[in-house]
């Protein structure tokens, strides 16, 4: 499947990036146009069949994995049109977000908020609710404000801005239909400045609530068993705000210790001979030092993640925050994990998206990570019994074992997402088993 993320070499194999699932799908579309997307949802209609529109591969649950058909995204990206006044673009599905910025660039425009890595489409992000950090902003979903999709019964489907099914097309799950077209509310194109701090761990906790309403984009990461926190703070500027680019101090937090060569190090080092990872975590932590740059948006929102991990996070309710973090750290503490990975805390404001982890309230996300050769089942499912605890709601493209019963009581607009379903996709040919396992059959 050529123009997918992730390979094996073997022909028709996918597996996400992650490592976490793979699957062999009977047969790979690639459409060009909303008339083949069609033709390919009715093919399998008729026989009984499922399909699965793949992104990036970048969710580690299961949620993208085909179980029969699956629909490439190779030649579904691009933009369609810009209505400039009211700042909208409306992009081709399988367009990617490291795409955007040279699309919306003769525009003056861009995405409000990002998360932390640009190779996503803007399909997948939306669909599982990726979020950056920012308690004024809402997940990249919140930005959308029409779609075109063919639905389960191939019928293709425009869904505008007054539409009430938006609040489930716009964070869908894939379950809803195939997403050929997005439009997105943009903004005028701005400058970030970022700025990057080593802090105690204890001042960072003690300050959290009030630093996150004060600034525009506060995140922190935290090595287990150390006491520091390294902060990112950014703030946003106008456009022709005087720009420091990151290209010249690239050494951020994120490209420079986790993304890349140091963590790798220490994940293999600390692996070899895990007496080591202690002192090897606090060398590391103590040469992120100061930092900060300043450039247009997709650029300092968008890092490098070069060494391979899997995740689990949680939203959990803003005030909640913080007795998460200390639950998780103090397990951490109590146990022999040889954790080689930060946890990372961010914020977003509440919307009103039917299956958004920030549905109805503003929230602290907690994501724990592990290297991908290390195993992850017992410390994520512990992490996840304290968010549990703390009326946590599981990342749709992260690891969790939760299912449908849980996100009944979870989410208050739960059974408003099934009934979508049940119109847009009465047959399921949009199933497979994660969806099965979290929205019922
Ligand atoms: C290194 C890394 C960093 C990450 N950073 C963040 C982060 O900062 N914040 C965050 O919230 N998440 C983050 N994630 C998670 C990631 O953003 C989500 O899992 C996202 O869904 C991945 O997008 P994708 O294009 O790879 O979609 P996939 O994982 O391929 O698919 C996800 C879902 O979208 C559906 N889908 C894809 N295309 C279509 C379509 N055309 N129509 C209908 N449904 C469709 C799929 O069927 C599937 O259900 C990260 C993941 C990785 C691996």
Redesign the pocket.
């Known amino acids: 499947m050529p123009g997918l993320d992730e390979l094996t070499g073997r022909v028709g194999e996918w597996r996400?990036?992650?490592r976490t699932a793979v699957a062999t799908p009977s047969y790979v579309s690639r459409p060009g146009s909303i008339e083949n997307v069609v033709r390919t949802v009715e093919r399998a209609r008729e026989r009984g069949g499922t399909v699965?529109?793949?992104?990036?591969?970048?969710?580690?649950t299961a949620?993208?994995a085909p179980r029969d058909v699956a629909i490439s995204?190779q030649h579904?990206g691009g933009l369609v049109t810009v209505d400039v006044d009211r700042k909208r673009v409306t992009l081709r599905?399988?367009t990617r977000l490291y795409e955007v910025p040279a699309l919306l660039e003769p525009y003056g425009l861009a995405m409000e908020n990002l998360?932390?890595?640009d190779k996503?489409?803007i399909?997948?992000?939306i669909?599982?609710?990726?979020?950056?950090t920012g308690l004024g902003f809402g997940?990249i979903a919140t930005q959308v404000v029409g779609a075109t999709?063919v639905s389960g019964t191939g019928d293709v489907v425009t869904i505008g801005e007054d539409d009430p099914r938006l609040a489930a097309v716009a964070l869908?799950?894939?379950a809803l239909?195939?997403?050929?077209e997005v439009t997105v509310q943009c903004v005028d194109r701005f400058v970030l400045e970022n700025t990057e701090h080593r802090v105690p761990l204890a001042e960072t906790v003690e300050g959290f609530i009030s630093t996150v309403r004060e600034r525009d984009h506060f995140e922190f990461f935290w090595f287990p068993g150390t006491d520091v926190a390294l902060t990112k703070t950014l703030t946003r500027h106008p456009g022709d705000h005087k720009r420091a680019p990151v290209g010249a101090v690239r050494r951020f937090v994120d490209d420079g210790l986790i993304g890349n060569g140091a963590l790798l190090a220490v994940c293999e080092l600390g692996r070899a001979v895990p007496s080591l990872t202690p002192r090897l975590l606090s060398l590391a932590t103590s040469v992120a030092g100061e930092r900060k740059a300043t450039d247009y948006s997709a650029d300092v929102f968008a890092t490098d993640?070069g060494v391979r991990f899997r995740e689990t996070e949680w939203a959990v309710p803003l005030e909640n925050t913080m007795s998460a973090f200390a639950a998780v750290r103090e397990l951490t503490e109590s146990r022999d994990w040889n954790l080689t990975f930060p946890i990372e805390v961010r914020t977003a404001a509440a919307d009103d998206l039917m299956l958004s982890t920030a549905s109805g309230r503003d929230v602290g996300y907690i994501a724990a990570h592990r290297y991908y050769r290390d195993k992850d089942r017992e410390f994520f499912g512990e992490v996840e019994r304290i968010m549990i605890d703390h009326d946590g709601r599981p990342?749709w493209?992260?690891m969790h074992t939760r299912t449908a019963d849980y996100f009944r009581a979870a989410y208050p607009r739960f059974g408003e997402f099934l009934a979508v379903r049940d119109e847009l996709d009465p047959d399921r040919v949009f199933a497979n088993d994660y969806l099965d396992a979290v929205l019922g059959r």
Do not use: E
């Not at 669909?127 to 950056?132: E, L, R, V």
């Not at 239909?177 to 050929?180: E, F």
């Open positions: 996400n990036w992650g699965k529109a793949l992104g990036a591969g970048h969710s580690f949620i993208s995204p579904l599905a399988g998360g932390d890595i996503q489409t399909a997948g992000a669909s599982t609710g990726t979020h950056g997940g999709l869908g799950l894939g239909g195939v997403l050929v993640r990342h493209g992260k």
